[in-house]
């Protein structure tokens, strides 16, 4: 099935370090989502995305929603070790509830 | 409120069995989703289950089939397991009529051997 194009591929940066990842499609969607996933663990949400220009943060993160409605960003500051696993973007078009999930970014924190 | 709760959590079977696999969503939830995710192909949607139905499919062969039942709960299983099979399988539930996302269980590891 389609899939999104999420850059990088994997990550390994020093704690302290920022970090950011983005999402590029073909398609416009009409909401981003922002997923973490841990080692044996399903995908937790992190972020979603309404509005194209939004700007949204938590904590650490902070996530956009490109203007042209076919891309996204993901921003951690100040990256802790906890901060490792996998972070997967994913777009959903007007009318559907499925997203369409990238590869996913798979970041290593050196302590 | 509790997540969504996936059982097994971990599943070994031969070729050519079969597997079933449940998953209970949040409480309010009347949507599950199911995928597959695997190193190589990340997550692979399945197929999703709305009031009992199954609204959405995604490209999977026949041997993959799911349904749903009156309490949300929902179940996949996979017929003639092949070696390919072995995956990470993943739940998730969501409220229909909001795109607040999709919430996932910690889903259910398959090794077909």
């Known amino acids: 099935g389609q899939q999104l194009n999420q850059s990088p591929q994997s990550m390994f940066i020093q704690e302290g370090e920022d970090v950011s990842m983005n999402c590029t499609s073909s398609?416009?969607?009409?909401?981003w989502l922002w997923y973490k996933q841990d080692p044996g663990e399903g995908p937790v949400l992190l972020i979603a995305?309404?509005?194209?220009?939004e700007l949204t943060s938590n904590g650490r993160l902070t996530a956009q929603f490109g203007i042209t409605r076919k891309d996204s960003f993901l921003n951690i500051s100040a990256s802790i070790p906890s901060d490792v696993g996998i972070y997967f973007c994913?777009?959903?078009?007007?009318?559907?509830?499925?997203?369409?999930f990238g590869r996913g970014t798979s970041l290593i924190v050196h302590p | 409120k509790a997540g969504v709760t996936q059982t097994p959590r971990y599943l070994i079977k031969t070729r050519g069995q079969q597997v079933t696999l449940s998953c209970s969503p949040i409480?309010?939830?009347?949507?599950v989703s199911w995928y597959q995710q695997t190193p190589g192909q990340g997550l692979q949607f399945l197929f999703e289950?709305?009031?009992?139905?199954?609204?959405n499919k995604g490209n999977f062969p026949g041997r993959f089939s799911g349904r749903q039942f009156s309490n949300s709960r929902s179940e996949m299983n996979v017929s003639t397991l092949e070696l390919g099979d072995s995956a990470l399988y993943l739940c998730?539930?969501?409220?229909?009529?909001?795109?607040?996302?999709?919430?996932f269980g910690s889903g259910t590891q398959l090794s077909v051997l």
């Open positions: 998730a539930s969501s409220l229909i009529g909001t795109d607040e996302g999709l919430f």
């Open positions: 398609s416009i969607f009409n909401t």
């Open positions: 995305l309404y509005k194209a220009g």
């Open positions: 994913a777009g959903m078009p007007g009318g559907s509830y499925i997203p369409t």
């Open positions: 409480s309010g939830h009347r949507s």
């Open positions: 289950y709305f009031s009992e139905t199954q609204r």
